[in-house]
Each structure stands twice: as C-alpha cells, then as structure tokens.
C-alpha cells in the first residue's frame, strides 16, 4: 500500500529556534499534501494545505509566517515552525492523496512527528 | 461550521464484546465520512469511507453507517479483540477537496 513518511519522528528544541518537518510519499506522487496538528486528546486540525509548486492554503486561524511550508517536489513537502515556542508543541502529521489513484478517494497518513518546544 | 462529535470519548470492553462507536455532525451536506483507527503516538491508517450517497460500509469485523439526514454515524465492531485497542476517529469530507473535519476520537480499551 502506499506509504507516507514523516521526518523526524521526534524533535525537541529550544524556545526560539526553528524547526523543519518533512513529509515524503514514498511510492507516488502527490501534487496535495495536507499538514495537521495534534494537541493531546483532542483531534487533528488542518492547518494548510501544500500544494506542489505553488503557495499553500492555510486554514483560518493558522499564521502562515509562523509555519513556512514548502512543496518542492511530488513526492516532498516541509513545514517549518520558525520562532518556536512552547504552545507550539504537539503532534504534526501530514497526509498525502496518491496522483494515480485519483479515482479513489483516499488520503494517506504520514506516522507523526512530535515535537516538544522547551 | 460543521462540528463533529464522538460519544463515547472512552469505551473500556471485555474481549469478544460487539460495541458500537458514534459520530455525530451538524451541516448534513457532507461529501463522504470517513472512520480511522490511530495507535498511540502514530499516523492514521484508514478503516471505510462512506460515499454520501451511500449508507454503510463492511470490512471484516467492521461496519460503519451513515444517515446524512440525521447527521449520523455508527462504527459496529464485531468480536472485539485486544488488538483493536487504538483511537476511533470519525472525520467529515465536506466537499471533493479532500479536507476533512476530524471528530475527538473515542479511545478504545479492549481488555483480554
């Protein structure tokens, strides 16, 4: 089945600094990544949606010069927390729709990537 | 704006129990609704997806139905097993672009 991989599993950073997530498709391509976050039992929320070659969507309420995102590739997309702070601790996950499956309607999920923000 | 409720938000059942988790939205005009299974600290892995025009959907131990006019849905697992200890997450399509608007979860225990 397809995969999605996120990178890295786990990040802890200091107050301030900036942090980059990738998300790849490991055996399609997708010209739509969607990236969520996830605060402790509570649901995923959309933040943007990335689209390849072209600016992101971001959702309301989501500053898109807090988290840079960037879909440089079918098969990669980034988003980057800049000026980390501790409120932006939690779990970010990233989805992919697979390019050759158009007729389906599914999206796959990356496994998530925790990030602490001490 | 669509709003999307899970009840119960925690189900602890005995192995072999049949149990049912619920979703509930209030804007009926969905696209399709979706039932996922998260494992603590991971992705999602999908179960079914429900057409909008469609009312249930099997797989396996698994059946979930929709009744758009309610704004319902029920996800029946049968012969609970351990294994299927994880989080259900009901999620929303409102349109083809593929977004979805996730409900909170209701955190399965399934006790051997």
């Known amino acids: 089945g397809a995969v999605v991989s996120q990178h890295p599993s786990r990040v802890i950073c200091k107050s301030g600094t900036s942090v980059k997530i990738e998300c790849r498709s490991l055996?399609?391509?997708?010209?739509?990544m969607f990236w969520y976050r996830q605060f402790p039992k509570q649901s995923l929320m959309l933040m943007a949606t990335?689209?390849?070659?072209?600016?992101?969507?971001?959702e309301q309420g989501v500053e898109k010069d807090k988290f840079l995102i960037n879909h440089a590739s079918l098969t990669l997309s980034t988003l980057t927390v800049t000026s980390a702070h501790p409120e932006d601790s939690s779990f970010y996950i990233c989805?992919?729709?697979?390019?050759?499956?158009?007729?389906?309607?599914?999206?796959?999920f990356g496994p998530g990537t925790r990030l602490t923000v001490l | 704006k669509q709003e999307v409720t899970q009840i119960p938000a925690a189900l602890s059942v005995p192995e072999g129990e049949n149990l049912v988790l619920n979703c509930s939205f209030t804007?009926?005009?969905?696209?399709?609704l979706q039932w996922f299974r998260q494992d603590p600290g991971k992705g999602l892995t999908s179960l079914l997806l429900?057409?909008?025009?469609?009312r249930e959907q099997t797989s396996g131990r698994l059946n979930a139905s929709l009744d758009k006019s309610s704004g319902r849905s029920t996800l029946y697992i049968a012969a609970s097993q351990p294994g299927d200890s994880a989080t259900y997450l009901c999620?929303?399509?409102?349109?083809?672009?593929?977004?979805?608007?996730f409900g909170s979860g209701t955190r399965l225990l399934v006790r051997p």
């Open positions: 989805s992919a729709r697979d390019l050759g499956r158009v007729y389906m309607d599914t999206q796959y």
């Open positions: 055996d399609f391509q997708a010209t739509t």
């Open positions: 990335s689209n390849e070659g072209s600016k992101a969507t971001y």
């Open positions: 804007d009926s005009a969905i696209y399709n």
């Open positions: 429900i057409q909008s025009s469609q």
């Open positions: 999620a929303v399509w409102m349109d083809s672009s593929y977004k979805l608007i």
